[in-house]
């Protein structure tokens, strides 16, 4: 069973790009099949993998203006593979604008893997766009990085909105699986204010695992290493390898809780 999750948030800065490549590596850690979709132009995901940004016929650049170019890109170091990005992505989201099925272009190339990975993670753009649209409804699962301020609770209504609105016009079933706090500091009295917000919202959906603030997961990506490749006793690459296992957990035991049942 291959689980597809879009990791986005509306908001940038919120550490949803570290997210997508530090648990991207963590899962391949544990023996997943993984690959890291990079929707976002900036391609900060591709080359915080240690690959460059993509050409005009490569990547998801590619897949999505159905050029036919390699779309799937490996590397010996990596442990998970990348469908990268570059800024020729825009004129991608300019394609899709004047097409038709806009919306499932990403959708239709992964369905053609045949169960090749055990993970697609999808990073998306820090706005809604068809490139996020495209993430979304690719995707069976929603995970929301978001830090533990003001205006996070109001971030992540807009963004359930913009999934309902989707399920409901398309028929698609995207599930909010997952909330996971980022640069959280236990000692902020308003992160533990939103934290309290959270456990009574979404109880279900908040993740146990908080990454913390950590200047290991700050500096990997100008080495295009993920932290746990990057220093792997680091704090940051350890709250990855925790969020990693969290996942496992409560993914992998639904199904077998219904084959058991």
């Given amino acids: 069973m291959v689980n597809t999750l879009v990791i986005a948030n509306q908001k940038g800065g919120v550490g949803k790009t570290t997210t997508a490549v530090n648990l991207a590596a963590s899962l391949s850690a544990m023996k997943r099949k993984v690959l890291l979709v990079d929707l976002d132009p900036q391609a900060n995901a591709t080359t915080g993998s240690g690959l460059s940004k993509v050409v005009?016929?490569?990547?998801?650049?590619?897949v999505l203006m159905g050029l036919g170019g390699k779309a799937i890109f490996s590397s010996k170091d990596l442990g998970y593979e990348v469908m990268p990005s570059g800024p020729s992505l825009v004129a991608a989201e300019s394609h899709l604008r004047n097409g038709g099925g806009k919306e499932r272009a990403l959708m239709n190339f992964l369905s053609e893997l045949n169960g090749a990975y055990d993970y697609v993670l999808i990073d998306c753009p820090p706005s809604l766009n068809l490139l996020t649209l495209n993430g979304l409804r690719a995707a069976k699962n929603l995970i929301v990085p978001m830090q533990c301020e003001y205006f996070a609770l109001e971030g992540l209504a807009g963004l359930l909105e913009t999934v309902d609105q989707l399920n409901t016009t398309t028929g698609h079933n995207l599930k909010l699986c997952s909330i996971v706090?980022?640069?959280f500091d236990p000692r902020n009295k308003l992160g533990r204010q939103v934290?309290?917000?959270?456990?009574k919202h979404f109880a279900d959906q908040l993740y146990s695992t908080v990454i913390p603030r950590n200047i290991k997961l700050a500096e990997a990506p100008s080495f295009g290493k993920s932290a746990l490749s990057y220093e792997p006793n680091a704090k940051g690459a350890l709250a990855y390898l925790a969020?990693?296992?969290?996942?496992?957990?409560?993914?992998?035991?639904q199904y077998t809780g219904t084959a058991n049942e």
């Avoid at 005009?56 to 590619?62: C, K, L, R, T, W």
């Avoid at 934290?195 to 456990?199: A, P």
């Fill in 56 to 62: 005009e016929e490569e990547g998801s650049v590619s």
């Fill in 181 to 183: 706090r980022t640069m």
């Fill in 243 to 253: 969020l990693a296992g969290e996942l496992i957990g409560r993914m992998e035991n």
């Fill in 195 to 199: 934290t309290e917000e959270l456990e």
